[in-house]
């Protein structure tokens, strides 16, 4: 079964500055995985995914993911943090064959600091 | 707005009792899924159905049951209600039967306390 790990609770940046939240993944064959991001009082929104090709792939409000299929990470990144982008941000991932779900990580909480 | 409804927003309810969470999903989505959200456990996939058949199961205790119905909208039924069960239970929907490379809109979630 697959699965995911997000090292860190919380993440705190300074606004301006780049910001990087971790993700590392299991799941047997080629992985789908997806950056959601879920708002305070709101339902988790999409952020971005890969399926296949271009290892660096860009997603909605600047941000931007890596898939690095020898260390199993998807690490979320962007280049300048906004005071706006203090969320909570989950990693996912599924599989392209099977009934199989999508999985969720547990979680990082990001904070910029103005 | 997602297009995804869930009622209640908010319910909160004793132990031992039984509450029922309803979702209607996406105009055109035939794919429901229901997933739990509790602070030590993170987001928990429970169960998944496609055009009213059950389609994955994940870690879904035997005292939840759901199904869907010929209009597409589902119910999560939670029954002898325990204080762990309290948490925040979100629908997601998506057009196609199987999560694969589709991205899942998200409800904005039921939140459940059990006192």
């Known amino acids: 079964a697959q699965s995911v790990a997000q090292p860190e609770d919380q993440v705190n940046v300074a606004e301006g500055n780049p910001l990087t939240v971790k993700c590392t993944y299991s799941?047997?064959?080629?992985?789908?995985l997806f950056w959601y991001v879920q708002y305070p009082n709101r339902g988790l929104q999409f952020l971005l995914k890969?399926?296949?090709?271009?290892?660096l792939v860009k997603g909605s409000y600047g941000f931007e993911a890596e898939f690095n299929k020898s260390q199993t990470s998807f690490h979320l990144k962007k280049p300048s943090a906004l005071v706006s982008d203090s969320a909570l941000y989950f990693c996912?991932?599924?599989?392209?064959?099977?009934?199989?779900?999508?999985?969720f990580g547990k979680g990082t909480r990001l904070s910029v600091i103005a | 707005d997602s297009g995804v409804t869930q009622t209640p927003k908010h319910l909160i309810t004793a132990t031992g009792q039984r509450v029922t969470l309803r979702c209607s999903p996406r105009?055109?989505?035939?794919?429901v899924y229901w997933y739990q959200q509790s602070l030590d456990q993170g987001l928990q996939f429970l169960i998944q159905?496609?055009?009213?058949?059950?389609?994955a199961k994940g870690n879904i205790l035997e005292r939840f049951s759901a199904q869907q119905f010929p209009d597409l909208h589902s119910e999560l039924n939670l029954s002898s209600l325990e204080l762990g069960d309290s948490a925040l239970y979100f629908c997601?929907?998506?057009?196609?039967?199987?999560?694969?490379?589709?991205?899942?809109?998200f409800g904005a979630g039921s939140r459940l306390t059990v006192l």
């Open positions: 997601a929907s998506s057009v196609v039967g199987f999560a694969g490379a589709n991205v899942l809109t």
């Open positions: 799941v047997s064959g080629n992985p789908y």
């Open positions: 890969y399926i296949t090709g271009d290892n």
């Open positions: 996912a991932v599924s599989a392209p064959s099977g009934n199989t779900p999508l999985v």
């Open positions: 105009s055109g989505d035939l794919s």
């Open positions: 159905y496609y055009n009213g058949e059950e389609r």
